[in-house]
């Protein structure tokens, strides 16, 4: 990609999650430099809470009057996206070549009563060509179904109070919609994608390619029969060897911080997983991989302080630890100062003293949140 890109500071992405009335729980991930606006806020003055925040975060070198002034027109907008019935909403905010750019991206989800998505999108196309003749329209197949996208531009005013010329401007606006019908529901989902025209519209719009791809759903049932599933058996697929060997390293400093003899059982190999916060908000794929292994008849005297133990030697090297209120587990979470290859991955010790056995996992970080260098989305 022919691009030099800077994005700003700004958390992991993470999935999106929405459920709908048919109890339908849609996924998607976000690259870190979309951020959200507060669409779904409780109230006003949570919603101006969050605003404001994010003014202040996306501008910090500009005067509190200008990061106010931004914030209430992005407050402007929150309304009419709500009566639009719009279910997320970020705005995208890059450096190309030392110079500003920024998109938007809206999702609304919205009810329809065919009950053939075929022919709700074939319809679809029919009454959108009748508004915008000149527009670009395709029947296409994503990972997460068939769909329907537009590609044209649209005018919006600008007003005269946020325009820098002081007066009402009319605006060019290059703009990609994509119609995707939600199997066995009447609720069609909408992306969109605009921004203003200008050279680095193929940027964004590779990048917009890119969220549809993740795009994925799962019902209650679906979900519930993952959790079930997760308890009784691990997966068995074999992850990335670099993966692996990295979960052997934290296993094994794991093992010498327990510092208990017993007969290990367990631990012959890795697995990939998908972790329970990308189920539970509809993603399929595996994102994370898991080593467990467990020590089995230790002596009970040693058992009582294997927690604290663990807990006083990991976060030493930086682990964050959590224990539990019975103090009989605890989970360890690598921080920046464990170490960068180390951030994002979790240590699980439970002592189970009436069976004389202690139970170990290690879960590398979660591929969807990870955010690399050379990727949007990590």
Same mark, same amino acid.
């Given at each position: 990609?022919?691009?030099?890109?800077?994005?700003? #500071?700004?958390?992991?992405?993470?999935?999106?999650?929405?459920?709908?009335?048919?109890?339908?729980?849609?996924?998607?991930?976000?690259?870190?430099?979309? $951020?959200?606006?507060?669409?779904?806020?409780? #109230?006003?003055?949570?919603?101006?809470?969050?605003?404001?925040?994010?003014?202040?975060?996306?501008?910090?070198? %500009?005067?509190?009057?200008?990061?106010?002034?931004?914030?209430?027109?992005?407050?402007?907008?929150?309304?009419?996206?709500?009566?639009?019935?719009?279910?997320?909403?970020?705005?995208?905010?890059?450096?190309?070549e030392g110079r500003p750019s920024g998109?938007?991206?809206?999702?609304?989800?919205?009810?329809?009563?065919?009950?053939?998505?075929?022919?709700?999108?074939?319809?679809? /196309?029919?009454?959108?060509?009748?508004? %915008?003749?000149?527009? #670009?329209?395709?029947?296409?197949?994503?990972?997460?179904?068939?769909?329907?996208?537009?590609? *044209?531009?649209?005018?919006?005013?600008?007003?005269?109070?946020?325009?820098?010329?002081?007066?009402?401007?009319?605006?060019?606006?290059?703009?990609?919609?994509?119609?995707?019908?939600?199997?066995?529901?009447?609720?069609?989902?909408?992306? /969109?994608?605009?921004?203003?025209?200008?050279?680095?519209?193929?940027?964004?719009?590779?990048?917009?390619?890119?969220?549809?791809?993740?795009?994925?759903? *799962?019902?209650?049932?679906?979900?519930?029969?993952?959790?079930?599933?997760?308890?009784?058996?691990?997966?068995?697929? /074999?992850?990335?060897?670099?993966?692996?060997?990295?979960?052997?390293? %934290?296993?094994?400093?794991?093992?010498?911080?327990?510092?208990?003899?017993?007969?290990?059982?367990?631990?012959?190999?890795?697995?990939?997983?998908?972790?329970?916060?990308?189920?539970?908000?509809?993603?399929?794929?595996?994102?994370?991989?898991? %080593?467990?292994?467990?020590?089995?008849?230790?002596?009970?005297? *040693?058992?009582?302080?294997?927690?604290? $133990?663990?807990?006083?030697?990991?976060?030493?090297?930086?682990?964050?630890?959590?224990?539990?209120?019975? *103090?009989?587990?605890?989970?360890? $979470?690598?921080?920046?100062?464990?170490?960068?290859?180390?951030?994002?991955?979790?240590?699980?010790?439970?002592?189970?003293? /009436?069976?004389?056995?202690?139970?170990?996992?290690?879960t590398s970080p979660c591929a969807r $949140?990870?955010?690399?260098?050379?990727?949007?989305?990590?």
């Open positions: 990609m022919p691009y030099s890109v800077t994005t700003p #500071d700004a958390p992991a992405p993470a999935p999106t999650q929405h459920a709908g009335p048919s109890k339908l729980h849609i996924g998607w991930i976000m690259p870190p430099f979309v $951020r959200e606006l507060p669409v779904d806020a409780p #109230d006003t003055e949570t919603a101006v809470e969050q605003l404001l925040a994010l003014a202040t975060s996306l501008m910090p070198d %500009h005067p509190a009057e200008a990061q106010l002034r931004f914030a209430l027109g992005l407050g402007m907008q929150l309304e009419p996206m709500t009566e639009a019935n719009v279910i997320y909403a970020g705005l995208c905010f890059l450096e190309v998109s938007t991206i809206v999702v609304s989800q919205l009810p329809h009563d065919s009950e053939d998505d075929g022919q709700l999108l074939r319809t679809t /196309e029919e009454l959108l060509r009748l508004a %915008h003749p000149d527009d #670009d329209y395709r029947l296409v197949e994503l990972p997460c179904g068939p769909a329907l996208t537009r590609i *044209g531009r649209m005018e919006f005013l600008l007003d005269a109070h946020w325009s820098p010329t002081g007066a009402q401007e009319s605006l060019q606006q290059s703009l990609i919609q994509v119609y995707i019908p939600l199997p066995g529901t009447s609720e069609l989902l909408v992306f /969109e994608l605009g921004a203003p025209e200008s050279e680095d519209w193929d940027l964004h719009s590779e990048l917009f390619a890119e969220i549809l791809k993740t795009i994925d759903w *799962g019902t209650d049932q679906e979900i519930a029969d993952y959790r079930t599933v997760q308890q009784s058996a691990p997966a068995s697929a /074999e992850p990335d060897e670099a993966v692996t060997q990295e979960l052997y390293r %934290h296993s094994s400093r794991l093992l010498d911080a327990i510092a208990l003899r017993g007969r290990m059982s367990g631990g012959t190999g890795a697995s990939s997983i998908t972790c329970s916060d990308c189920w539970s908000k509809g993603l399929r794929s595996a994102c994370s991989a898991q %080593h467990s292994w467990q020590i089995e008849e230790v002596a009970p005297a *040693g058992l009582a302080e294997v927690v604290p $133990r663990v807990t006083a030697s990991l976060s030493a090297k930086g682990w964050q630890a959590e224990p539990t209120e019975n *103090g009989m587990s605890v989970c360890l $979470r690598a921080s920046e100062a464990t170490g960068p290859q180390a951030v994002g991955h979790t240590l699980m010790v439970t002592v189970r003293a /009436e069976e004389g056995r202690i139970a170990a996992q290690v $949140r990870t955010v690399g260098v050379d990727s949007a989305f990590g």
